[in-house]
């Protein structure tokens, strides 16, 4: 059974109860337990509904389960499985002052996982290998191969047993953040590994490849399918122009000071008919978001559609803007590629939505003193959604634009083209920003 331990870090101390402890002393597990299960729907119940977690199901459960906790570890376990059930990806166990030194149990496999060299992704309903290298790689894995079965399990109900398994303890907030992950990281097992694949090759034909899971693969590749020719930049903010020359800059993080390397990137793009950015597979972080929107508001003007919002930096880009988004765009990488949607900037494409999971957050300390829980009590950026905020939704895209297994096999990315199209042809039906109204000068 795979057991991803990537929420904490790794502890082990001195318990409040060696192992086999009696029940009168295994009582203080279920206390914590207890009041976690009374907190936890006081702080997050109303999150319940929509991710559909039936929380009566989730407290007969693991009441049940904290009864069977003989020492500290084991607890840490339950916690981090009950703490998955909120659905909630900021969610996590973290040590008091007391826990700092818990492990998990020896049943638990903690293992370091390697990746396969491999990446999938849906095209309607059928999954295709999006990205292969290392170890894929060797073992003759084509890009644009549709994958029909793994270990001999079709793929779809192989993928609907890896994300439940994941799932056990790793809180995802919504399915497609879920599903998607189990496609990129969640293909992740211990080095030495196999993996075995039926294949649809590009070409049509039918082949079958094990992949041996060694200690140098990656365990996921997230963003583009391929960068335009001549991209630079630091690898958070990657910058250049594609081939019909519009600029593009690809965000892989959100760093504290975006918006001022947003500016150099701006600076080495100069004037251009249109911008691409893409935010796809962006980790988040934390910077000022009205400083990143004030780049692409002429000098000394504003936009008001949902929120005002003022021109900032030395050379803001007053031209049409399309942003591209993917289910692994997270938490700040949500807020700052939505707010060109919901602000009424940019037009978005995507495969899907974002991941939704953004939020605001608080630790729950448990009475052990050993642990606490933190987790998300409240939405962010409640205007977006019709206001229903992100948490647990995500940023759906204006339109929603899947790979072409084509382009796949010849290292095109599909979404880069499509976002040149719409420049191309602008739909500004779709976007309350229009350049016209802010003497935005076209380059000729």
């Known amino acids: 059974m ?10 082990s101390i001195a318990g409040l109860a060696p192992p086999g402890a009696a029940r009168a002393e295994d009582s203080v597990y279920v206390r914590d337990v207890a009041f976690a299960l009374d907190e936890l729907e006081k702080r997050c119940g109303h999150f319940f509904e929509l991710k559909s977690i039936d929380w009566r199901r989730v407290r007969a459960e693991f009441t049940k389960e ?20 909120l659905r909630d990806g900021h969610a996590r166990v973290v040590p008091l002052e007391r826990g700092k030194s818990v492990g998990l149990p020896e049943s638990v496999d903690s293992a370091e996982r390697v990746g396969p060299g491999m990446a999938w992704c849906e095209i309607g309903k059928r999954v295709y290998v999006k990205h292969a290298w290392s170890s894929a790689q060797r073992a003759g894995v084509e890009v644009g191969s549709q994958v029909v079965a793994v270990d001999d399990v079709p793929v779809d109900k192989w993928l609907d047993g ?3 398994e994941l799932r056990d303890s790793i809180g995802f907030s ?10 990129h990281g969640g293909l992740a097992m211990p080095g030495g590994s196999t993996l075995k694949l039926e294949l ?21 590749h997230q963003g583009p399918i391929a960068f ?11 910058y250049g122009k594609t081939a019909r020359g519009f600029g593009y800059v690809h965000l892989r993080k959100c760093p504290r ?25 962006n980790s988040g972080g934390a910077f000022d978001h009205d400083g990143l929107l004030g780049r692409f508001i002429p000098k000394d003007r504003e936009i008001a559609f949902a929120k005002r919002v003022a021109s900032a930096g030395p050379e803001p880009y007053g031209g049409p803007i399309v942003v591209i988004v993917d289910s692994l765009v997270v938490s700040a990488g949500e807020t700052g590629s939505g707010m060109f949607k919901e602000d009424g900037r940019a037009y978005m494409i995507g495969e899907g939505p974002t991941a939704g999971m953004s939020s605001q957050k608080t630790t729950v300390e448990l009475p052990s003193g050993l642990f606490g829980l933190y987790v998300s009590i409240g939405s962010n950026k409640g205007r977006f959604n019709e206001g229903r905020g992100i948490e647990g939704i995500g940023v759906p895209p204006h339109e929603t634009i899947a790979y072409d297994p084509k382009d796949l096999a010849k290292g095109v990315d599909t979404l880069i083209e499509a976002a040149e199209k719409r420049l191309l042809r602008f739909p500004q039906k779709n976007v309350p920003y229009d350049p016209d109204d802010f003497d935005w000068k076209k380059p000729r």
């Open 2 to 11: 795979l057991r991803r331990c990537v929420l904490i870090t790794t502890l």
């Open 66 to 85: 904290a009864r069977e906790v003989r020492d500290d570890s084991e607890h840490l376990w339950l916690l981090i499985r009950l703490t998955a059930r």
């Open 162 to 164: 890896r994300v439940e």
């Open 174 to 183: 919504t399915d497609h953040h879920a599903r998607t992950y189990a496609m």
């Open 200 to 220: 649809r090759l590009p070409r049509g034909k039918r082949s079958k490849k094990t992949i041996t899971y060694s200690g140098n693969a990656s365990g996921r």
């Open 228 to 238: 335009p020719e001549g991209i630079e930049g630091d690898g958070d903010v990657s």
């Open 257 to 281: 000071d975006l918006p001022e390397r947003m500016d150099r990137a701006l600076a080495a793009i100069g004037n251009v008919p249109g911008l691409v950015l893409d935010f796809r597979g």
